[in-house]
């Protein structure tokens, strides 16, 4: 199993912007076929863990609706990350942001956590109003 060390964390006002960058140790991204998949979740306090954003290396890719339009994610094979990007933040997007990697996601379940084999510690998103 690849290790995944998510970074980014910060206390942005509403409004802000921030990215998060998930960077996989193991093989490179480029050796993955087409039902790898890497994606972010979150987890606020009280709740349950929620999905955010994947990408498939098929090409697909899905968004959560709260953050469509807001949130984009991105890789970089040259630096085995992957990045979510995170405009127009609010206080409702403060959590605990996870990445997470699967090996053989199938787009039916791209956004149920069981999905992936391998996860990050998490790093902390705060948006104050």
């Known amino acids: 199993q690849e290790q995944l060390v998510e970074s980014g964390r910060g206390l942005v006002q509403a409004g802000g912007s921030l990215r998060l960058s998930c960077a996989a140790s193991?093989?490179?991204?480029?050796?993955?076929?087409?039902?790898?998949?890497m994606g972010w979740f979150r987890q606020a306090p009280g709740k349950e863990r929620e999905f955010v954003a994947v990408?498939?290396?098929?090409?697909?890719?899905y968004y959560t609706d709260s953050v469509k339009g807001r949130f984009t994610i991105s890789r970089d094979n040259a630096k085995n990350t992957v990045y979510l990007q995170m405009n127009t933040l609010k206080p409702e997007d403060t959590a605990v942001y996870f990445c997470?990697?699967?090996?053989?996601?199938?787009?039916?379940?791209?956004?149920?956590?069981?999905?992936?084999?391998?996860w990050g510690q998490g790093t902390q998103v705060t948006v104050s109003s």
């Open positions: 997470a990697a699967g090996r053989r996601a199938i787009v039916t379940t791209l956004t149920k956590s069981s999905t992936y084999d391998s």
């Open positions: 193991g093989r490179p991204f480029s050796t993955y076929g087409s039902s790898y998949a």
């Open positions: 990408m498939k290396w098929s090409g697909t890719i």
